[in-house]
């Protein structure tokens, strides 16, 4: 089993030199974890002290409390660290100016499941593009969970561009979020001054079970590697009146 290393600990091991004393903001959820399981806002409150200032949350919420689909979040006060949290997935998809205004460096650190239907690139995208305007983007990268050598399904046409889907990917893309990122303010020219944090010791054909790094819920209903596996076919589902499994104990591995 290879020792992953995230890219949330690279940075907290070995922190960039900018970012001494810059003003953070973190955008995050429950699988920003580092190996022992210590949350990634607590991580860097400690690591930083004083320097974050604002967190953002992702679909299903900061504390990942959203269980049904398509639920959107509220800005709350973090009763951790008394910060407040500010929604990306609700009536707003991008972070509003007067956030931006309090920070110099959006850290990005989302458990990605390999799929393009999954909304975290699309929220980082959107992060990416309202940072262009003179805020640096870093996203602490961590592995595909589902490998990076198997690259499958369609081809997402333009005109059909969503949240669910913002520019032209398969739907397994075998790429890590910090990949995506990169490729999505390339190819759309998005302008961000971005900079990734790679997961350190992560090779493409690696699963996450191999990772030796733990397995923490990127949203309610892929509570395992192996509903992972089988989302990016299982998820069609959502287009039909069949049930993926929400709401079972195996959600995406049953449906009827």
Known sequence: M?????????????P???????????????????????????????????QLRVLFSPQHGLLGEKQDNMISSSDFLDPLLKLPVVSLYGPRMAPPPDSLEKIDV????LQDVGTRVYTFAATVAKVMEAAAAGVKVAVLDRPNPIGGVQVEGNMLKPEWASFVGPYPLPMRHGLTLGELARYYNAIQKLGCDLEVIPAQGWRRRD?????????????PNLPSLDSAVV???????????????????RPFELCG
């Open 2 to 14: 290879t020792r992953v290393i995230s890219g949330l600990e690279v940075l907290a091991h070995d």
């Open 16 to 50: 960039p030199a900018w970012v001494k004393g810059a003003r953070l903001g973190l955008l995050s959820h429950p699988a920003s974890v580092s190996a022992d399981l210590v949350s990634a806002r607590e991580l860097l409150a400690s690591r930083f002290p004083g």
């Open 106 to 109: 959006v850290l990005v650190d």
């Open 207 to 219: 699963y996450f079970e191999t990772c030796g790094l733990p397995w923490v819920l990127p949203s």
């Open 231 to 249: 989302y990016p076919g299982q998820v069609l589902l959502e287009g039909t009146n069949l049930s993926e499994g929400r709401g079972t104990t």
